[in-house]
């Protein structure tokens, strides 16, 4: 039992996330260097896809790595281990990849106050003046810098180093997070043009998409890739589930909102951003359910215009609050962190352990950004 004053566990605690991140943060740019020579083999005009993908990895809240961090420290695995920072590296190029191919199908023009990937590519090959269609080009250097990150997410996890029982246990949990990402990822996509449904069918595929496009692997799986690789049994691995999964839910549903009524110097993305992409978020789900008829056929009309005006925008930000599903939005992210306090408490780990998961839960539901 640790029973050092608060602020010195909590000093303690932060300065091992922080050593951790920028551990991490040097195991992707020295990966990344060593894919630059196999790729100066090729060509030295290939370089600009690794330059693209540097310039997405690093930085960042590495929110999924410090969940694998102390998932493995919650089954006993030394928190100094190089083993867990390759690990935690894999799982962030893993997410930087799901992002790049996300803003092409998004149609996202920016990426934390920066960008897109796809449109980083559009740019040069305007500044370039080369020939045909810029934007096809950002596209298809998008898509294949997309491919590259996951190849790479593949190697960095390979290269992770633990007994062969533990490593076929997390590799079966990796493979599976990028299964499930990948189909949730087609989910969304097909939410969008299927049209109008029964509010309970819109809302149920709402939280399909919410619980395999992001939930799981923004929180559940990294928390058990890291135990598992420390060699955790099924209790310990059902357990940090029973955490994760609620947390991970309600940290898509924060983004939601954000994703609505989020401040873009804050979010680093235009104002009303997920409406003009058309996202049928659990947040359009319960807004139709609860809107005047009249208000859900104004929704139905300009939801997913690229072209909204700021004036549009603040009338379906309007028309989601009156309905009350901004309410009842924030009250599923009160109840299921209610959940996910109940499921720390049955975690029954040590308490820095403990306090580390409950402090990145609260940061998690409380972000602006």
Request: proline fraction near 4%; charge should be negative; hydrophobic fraction near 40%.
């Amino acid at each position: 039992m640790n029973h050092a004053a608060p602020d010195d566990a909590a000093s303690r605690r932060t300065a091992a996330e922080r050593e951790f991140v920028q551990a991490v943060e040097e195991s992707i740019r020295d990966f990344l260097n060593r894919q630059r020579l196999t790729i100066l083999d090729v060509s030295y005009e290939a370089l600009p896809l690794v330059d693209a993908i540097e310039a997405l990895c690093l930085g960042g809240k590495r929110m999924r790595a410090l969940l694998a961090f102390w998932g493995w420290q919650a089954a006993g695995g030394a928190a100094d281990s190089p083993e867990i920072v390759k690990a935690g590296a894999a799982i962030e190029l893993f997410q930087s990849a799901a992002l790049i191919h996300d803003d092409i199908i998004d149609h996202s023009d920016t990426r934390r106050g920066r960008p897109a990937l796809h449109k980083a590519f559009e740019s040069m090959h305007r500044d370039e003046h080369w020939e045909l269609d810029p934007a096809q080009f950002g596209t298809m250097s998008g898509i294949i810098a997309g491919d590259m990150c996951l190849s790479f997410s593949e190697a960095k996890f390979a290269a992770v180093e633990v007994q062969p029982d533990a490593a076929r246990h997390a590799r079966r949990i990796f493979d599976l997070m990028r299964t499930e990402v990948m189909a949730g990822q087609y989910l969304d996509g097909l939410s969008e043009v299927v049209g109008i449904e029964d509010p309970d069918d819109a809302l149920h595929r709402a939280s399909t998409v919410i619980r395999f496009k992001s939930a799981k692997y923004s929180c559940e799986h990294p928390l058990t890739i890291g135990a598992a690789l420390a060699g955790a049994d099924q209790e310990l691995l059902q357990r940090l589930r029973e955490f994760g999964l609620p947390l991970g839910e309600a940290f898509q549903l924060r983004d939601d909102v954000l994703g609505v009524y989020g401040e873009p110097e804050v979010t680093g993305k235009p104002a009303g951003d997920d409406l003009r992409e058309g996202k049928r978020t659990i947040l359009i789900a319960l807004a139709e359910r609860g809107a005047e008829p009249e208000d859900v056929a104004f929704l139905e009309t300009h939801l997913g215009d690229p072209t909204m005006d700021e004036s549009t925008v603040n009338r379906l930000r309007d028309i989601i609050r009156a309905s009350g599903a901004l309410d009842e939005a924030e009250s599923i992210i009160s109840t299921t962190e209610r959940q996910v306090s109940a499921a720390l408490r049955r975690l029954n780990a040590d308490d820095r352990i403990t306090e580390a998961l409950r402090s990145m839960a609260s940061r998690a539901l409380h972000r602006s950004s």
